[in-house]
């Protein structure tokens, strides 16, 4: 079983806010919601325990009755240190096992995707401990009284955030340690390193940013209406003997795409175009084991990509769709396609764009021996 601690007894005084900085608006919705929603959504979450500030507790029931945050199972009082927090965090996780897993967040974290968390979980239980970040840009110096007394090679170093994740019996032990030995760590996995444990590190995107200033929130705002921008192409020659499936409309008996699959050139390219939106690679990387498996439908093709986009926490604001080919004359079946790519990407049919070329037989396209898609696709987190 898999729970998730998410720390958010701090009171945010760097704010320079009278409220609790978590519950500060962001995207219309206090910073504290967006946290608690990609948990909730997270398949692999089984249980989630929210430690807070107790002049705080019962802010908190409203926004969780609100977002029906059912994985939300107790909320307990946070104490004077952030560690002393965690730690009680733990110490109300019931009847768990010695293997499993602790993923300890802070709440003011609002943008960790499900595919961050997810990668967290299955390290955890490969290494034992898992703390996710990414490289340091900056070069880092060590300044005393003043004064550079050293530069640290920055290809060593890296950013940490959080989740941060431990087995039950190892996060029960390096907190009882490090009570026994008086000592305070600045994260969950420094505790862990004392008992000389492994801890494997794992890449999170950038934007899982800690925010604890107006600066940070002022950033956050914009990252919450920043679009990720996608590109995909695709082509098929015509065999005679095959189904002709577009947008997974049927438009005739024969004269289909020459391919493993169905051919579906628009929902290949569609692939293609969310993939690379959310820094992935093209079908062909990854249709060669599903054509191993027997699955030539390209619906099930765009239902594993559309699974990774809403793990990025991303949705579909729109698409724009571009062929070429001089058969068959598209124009009317484009209102079909629409509303069969409506339900697919469960987007508005406004939101669809269609055009078709016959590019004047330039190509072999236009001359009628295969067909050609363009893609354009915009997500916003």
């Known amino acids: 079983m898999n729970f998730a601690i998410i720390v958010a007894g701090g009171k945010g005084k760097r704010m320079g806010k009278r409220i609790n900085k978590l519950f500060l608006l962001l995207n219309k919705e206090p910073i504290i919601f967006h946290t608690l929603k990609t948990f909730q959504n997270c398949k692999n979450i089984n249980k989630v325990i929210l430690v807070v500030n107790p002049s705080d507790r019962n802010k908190f029931k409203p926004i969780i009755k609100a977002g029906n945050f059912s994985k939300v199972i107790k909320i307990v009082d946070g104490g004077i240190e952030r560690q002393d927090s965690v730690y009680n965090g733990i110490k109300a996780v019931d009847n768990a096992k010695d293997d499993d897993i602790i993923i300890i967040h802070n709440a003011v974290n609002p943008f960790v995707d499900e595919a961050t968390i997810n990668k967290c979980i299955s390290t955890t239980k490969k290494y034992g401990a898992a703390v996710v970040g990414f490289p340091a840009r900056d070069t880092i110096k060590v300044v005393e009284n003043g004064f550079v007394k050293q530069t640290i090679d920055r290809k060593l170093l890296w950013q940490v955030q959080t989740p941060q994740a431990m087995k039950f019996f190892l996060a029960k032990k390096a907190f009882e340690r490090a009570y026994k030995d008086k000592f305070y760590g600045t994260d969950d996995a420094s505790l862990v390193e004392r008992l000389g444990g492994s801890i494997r590190i794992v890449y999170c995107p950038r934007e899982n940013i800690k925010i604890t200033d107006p600066h940070d929130l002022a950033y956050a705002n914009k990252l919450t209406n920043a679009s990720r921008i996608g590109i995909g192409q695709d082509s098929h020659k015509f065999i005679e003997k095959k189904p002709l499936i577009i947008g997974s409309v049927k438009i005739s008996e024969k004269n289909g795409f ?19 939106a959310i820094g992935g690679k093209s079908l062909g990387f990854y249709a060669d084991d599903m054509c191993k498996k027997g699955i030539t439908d390209s619906k099930k093709y765009l239902e594993f990509i559309l699974e990774k986009v809403k793990e990025r926490g991303c949705k579909i604001s729109n698409t724009a769709i571009m062929l070429e080919g001089k058969k068959p004359k598209i124009d009317g079946h484009i209102d079909k396609i629409k509303t069969s790519l409506s339900k697919i990407l469960k987007i508005k049919k406004e939101n669809i764009g269609i055009a078709a070329t016959s590019g004047d037989e330039l190509t072999d396209f236009g001359k009628g021996l295969g067909m050609q898609c363009f893609v354009v696709a915009t997500l916003k987190s």
């Open 258 to 276: 020459d391919a493993d699959s169905d051919g579906d050139v628009i929902l290949h390219a569609l692939f293609n175009a969310l993939s690379t």
